[in-house]
């Protein structure tokens, strides 16, 4: 009863994380210092010694996490190239706004991706993401952005329905203005099984970036969770 318990909070904190997206707030997205949450959503419907094929959605909340600034959903595909290599490819469709009552700007994404890993031992592993893609955003020239994350992540045991710890960290590449332009640091996640079927990750966030032809560097503070759920 007392295990039950404590997945049914986490899937109560998921449910009351959903509804909070009911509500917006007429406020400007400013990104320096700001606090900002993001919750994810994903589901893998097939899975074989071959393929994977999964779909995902996010929101993101910004100004101190007051209103809807973000939301994509995005179908992927991956194949199972060796058995330290995943090749992957997605679509994205994504809706941005700059403040609460303004139109979205629609953006397709379209990305493909070399996803290598390696299991070290019985608990540690890491892992590797380089993706490239093509931006194509609404009334703006397409633009080609790469991304390259790494991951270090480590199983615990006995710790009830926390499962791993980990940290990553990924840096983007802008091929218009052929620079850095954004790190995500991810200092803490935390990996909890809530069933057989059922994952969720919190994490903690520095998130980097520079707008445009901009120098100065800007942090914002992120706060997320990843609901997964495997058929």
Same mark, same amino acid.
């Given at each position: 009863?007392? #295990?039950?318990?404590?997945?049914?909070? &986490?899937?109560?904190?998921?449910?009351? $994380?959903?509804?909070?997206?009911?509500?917006?707030? !007429?406020?400007? +997205?400013?990104?320096?210092?700001?606090?900002?949450?993001?919750?994810?959503?994903?589901?893998?419907?097939?899975?074989?010694?071959?393929?994977?094929?999964?779909?995902?959605?996010?929101?993101?909340?910004? /100004?101190?996490?007051?209103?809807? +600034?973000?939301?994509?959903? /995005?179908?992927?595909?991956?194949?199972? &190239?060796? !058995?330290?290599?995943?090749?992957?490819?997605?679509?994205?469709?994504?809706?941005?706004?700059?403040?609460?009552?303004?139109?979205?700007?629609? $953006?397709?994404?379209? #990305?493909?991706?070399?996803? !290598?890993?390696?299991?070290?031992?019985? #608990?540690?592993?890491?892992?590797?993401?380089?993706?490239?893609?093509? #931006?194509?955003?609404?009334?703006?020239? /397409?633009?080609?952005?790469?991304?390259?994350?790494?991951?270090?992540?480590?199983?615990?045991?006995?710790?009830?329905?926390?499962?791993?710890?980990? $940290?990553?960290?990924?840096? &983007?590449?802008?091929?218009?203005?052929?620079r850095l332009f954004e790190n995500r640091f991810k200092p803490l996640k935390l990996s909890f099984s809530i069933n057989?079927?059922?994952?969720?990750?919190?994490?903690?966030?520095?998130?980097?970036?520079?707008?445009?032809?901009?120098?100065?560097?800007?942090?914002?503070?992120? &706060?997320?969770?990843?609901?997964?759920?495997?058929?």
């Amino acid at each position: 009863m007392h #295990r039950l318990s404590k997945h049914s909070c &986490f899937l109560n904190l998921s449910v009351l $994380v959903v509804v909070g997206l009911l509500s917006t707030s !007429p406020l400007q +997205a400013q990104f320096d210092k700001d606090f900002s949450t993001w919750q994810a959503l994903g589901f893998t419907f097939y899975e074989d010694d071959t393929w994977r094929i999964k779909a995902a959605a996010q929101t993101r909340w910004y /100004n101190d996490s007051s209103f809807l +600034a973000t939301w994509f959903v /995005n179908p992927i595909l991956e194949y199972k &190239f060796h !058995p330290n290599l995943d090749i992957g490819a997605t679509y994205l469709f994504e809706d941005v706004r700059a403040q609460s009552g303004d139109d979205y700007t629609r $953006v397709h994404i379209f #990305r493909l991706y070399l996803a !290598p890993h390696w299991q070290i031992d019985d #608990r540690i592993s890491l892992s590797m993401r380089h993706l490239l893609a093509l #931006r194509a955003i609404e009334s703006i020239d /397409n633009q080609w952005v790469s991304r390259h994350r790494f991951s270090f992540n480590y199983k615990v045991a006995n710790m009830g329905s926390l499962t791993g710890i980990g $940290v990553d960290t990924e840096v &983007f590449y802008n091929y218009t203005t052929n620079r850095l332009f954004e790190n995500r640091f991810k200092p803490l996640k935390l990996s909890f099984s809530i069933n057989k079927q059922t994952k969720l990750e919190l994490f903690y966030m520095f998130q980097t970036k520079r707008f445009g032809y901009d120098a100065t560097w800007q942090t914002a503070y992120v &706060f997320g969770q990843s609901l997964s759920y495997k058929f």
